[in-house]
């Protein structure tokens, strides 16, 4: 069974630091594109970083450049999220996703076939 599990996530003070991961279980990651999406209610699913199979290419929205960092050892079968300098417009429930797609970066959600469970990350004081 093809799954991604995620940790990381919690509470942090804006201007916080956390780190997410999202380890694959059930296959490699070698051939897989991979993209960090969050979800805050009330709001569609946004994505915020994206990595393709190599990491060689890498995407991040504008609100989050020069504050996260995505990043993946393939041969952990682990890809990360780093979120530094983090605002409390950042809060909400951050998923990882997976597509079979070598050498490209995919950003629709709706491409997406594999999720992890989510993880909730909240910043406040």
């Known amino acids: 069974q093809l799954q991604l599990v995620q940790s990381g996530g919690g509470l942090v003070q804006p201007g916080g630091s956390l780190r997410l991961s999202c380890a694959a279980s059930?296959?490699?990651?070698?051939?897989?594109?991979i993209g960090w999406f969050r979800q805050v209610p009330g709001k569609e699913r946004e994505g915020v970083s994206y990595?393709?199979?190599?990491?060689?290419?890498?995407y991040n929205r504008d609100s989050v450049k020069g504050r996260f960092t995505i990043s993946r050892d393939n041969a952990k079968n682990t890809v990360w999220l780093q979120m530094n300098s983090l605002k409390p417009e950042d809060t909400g429930i951050y998923y990882c996703?997976?597509?079979?797609?070598?050498?490209?970066?995919?950003?629709?959600?709706?491409?997406?076939?594999?999720w992890g469970q989510g993880t909730q990350v909240t910043v406040s004081s």
């Open positions: 996703a997976a597509v079979r797609r070598r050498a490209e970066l995919v950003f629709p959600a709706g491409e997406y076939d594999t």
């Open positions: 059930g296959f490699t990651l070698d051939d897989y594109a």
């Open positions: 990595i393709s199979s190599s990491g060689a290419s890498i």
